[in-house]
């Protein structure tokens, strides 16, 4: 039994009343779905094209992640990363594997991978600082990420922001879905050899199959030195990773005083 007014007009007032506004929200109030539908509050069945801004790319409630979910409730939902725990490096393995990079980091979203690059990346290259973006790209909300999205509207209120390492998303998405040519991207590749620079492919919501390979650099053949997932990642928990080439494997084991072992 409910003990509270669910609604769709009690769930706007509630939320005007407590939630700050940073979203517009579209007058529609989903409950529950299955597959590729989804059913509002009145029972009314649609087609989910959104898929949660490329979040549900296996759709709704699907079985093995149910499953998944249901049995780790009933074990341990988290363990911090002072810890061992199997998944993690089932996980990394399968990612750096595919990938064709050396090492996996994991993190809670999009802008958090994306503000670990930049960190990698200034690690990497000592005494560099300058940043390559894209026009009307998008890399996330937190200060770091913000400096290298290309929409004035988000980025003005909050400058001056932080400058940071070259960015590229190999499908646009919040520009349009504009693929990036493949020798625009094989330019880029021999200017960062040439300059010293970190190469980094944004694959928040063009990775993990949404392009018919799990990454979408696959298709180009220009290997980044990182890339940022999320979104489809977690199938909506929140879940980010970056996965790094030897480069910043080496340079982040030098800070640590360890030697990377060989791919």
């Not at 087609?47 to 709704?60: K, Q």
């Not at 940043?131 to 004035?152: I, Q, Y």
């Not at 199938?235 to 080439?245: E, F, K, Q, R, T």
């Amino acid at each position: 039994m409910l003990l509270h007014d669910e609604s769709p007009s009690a769930v706007e007032a509630r939320e005007k009343a407590f939630i700050l506004g940073t979203y517009n929200r579209t007058p529609f109030h989903p409950r529950s779905g299955k597959g590729a539908r989804i059913v509002d509050a009145d029972g009314r069945a649609y087609w989910d094209l959104l898929g949660g801004i490329a979040v549900n790319v296996l759709g709704h409630r699907h079985p093995r992640l149910v499953k998944a979910l249901r049995d780790e409730s009933s074990a341990l939902l988290h363990v911090s990363n002072l810890y061992y725990h199997p998944a993690q490096g089932l996980l990394g393995e399968k990612l750096v594997r595919e990938s064709g990079l050396l090492r996996a980091f994991f993190c809670n979203s999009g802008t958090e991978a994306n503000e670990a690059a930049l960190k990698f990346a200034r690690l990497a290259n000592p005494g560099k600082s300058g940043l390559v973006a894209l026009k009307e790209s998008f890399h996330g909300r937190t200060l770091g990420a913000l400096s290298l999205t290309g929409h004035d509207a988000y980025r003005a209120p909050f400058e001056p922001l932080v400058p940071g390492v070259t960015f590229i998303e190999p499908v646009q998405g919040e520009g349009g879905v504009r693929p990036v040519p493949t020798d625009f991207l094989a330019f880029l590749r021999a200017r960062c050899d040439a300059t010293g620079s970190a190469l980094i492919f944004d694959e928040v919501q063009c990775g993990l199959g949404r392009t018919g390979t799990l990454f979408a650099a696959e298709q180009t053949g220009v290997v980044p030195d990182m890339v940022t997932l999320a979104k489809p990642l977690g199938g909506g928990l929140p879940m980010g990773a970056i996965l790094v080439g030897d480069r910043v494997a080496a340079a982040y084991a030098g800070v640590r005083g360890r030697t990377p072992p060989s791919p």
